[in-house]
């Protein structure tokens, strides 16, 4: 009865935290991944102007964005490792607490 209450409450707190870390990580990473894949698109556009008025060449456009897209895999894998972390420093904090 009143533990099965009270266990009960604890799951809807849980719950209710992780559905909002969740939508929190969602929009986040949604929001970074779009703000760098326009970047990326935006200096392919200028990049494309430029090699239209012959100040560039097609070449040093393509490997720029080559290398530009490794940049924004790299960035968008970094938010997940990060969580990641946080994650594991809180759950080493709470075994800590535990073996207290």
């Known amino acids: 009865g009143k533990e ?3 266990f009960g ?3 809807l707190q849980s719950y209710t935290v992780s559905w909002r870390m969740g939508v929190a990580h969602g929009i986040a990473e949604g929001v970074g991944v779009l703000i760098l894949k326009l970047c ?3 200096a392919v556009f200028y990049g494309g102007s430029l090699v239209h008025h012959n100040e560039l060449s097609g070449g040093i456009l393509i490997s720029y964005s080559f ?3 490794q940049v924004v895999m790299a960035l968008s894998v970094l938010p997940p490792v990060l ?5 594991a420093v809180l759950a080493g ?3 800590l607490e535990l073996m207290d």
């Open 67 to 69: 290398i530009a897209l």
């Open 4 to 6: 099965k209450a009270r």
């Open 40 to 42: 990326l698109v935006l």
């Open 83 to 87: 969580a990641d972390i946080s994650n």
């Open 9 to 11: 409450v604890h799951v």
């Open 93 to 95: 904090q709470r075994v």
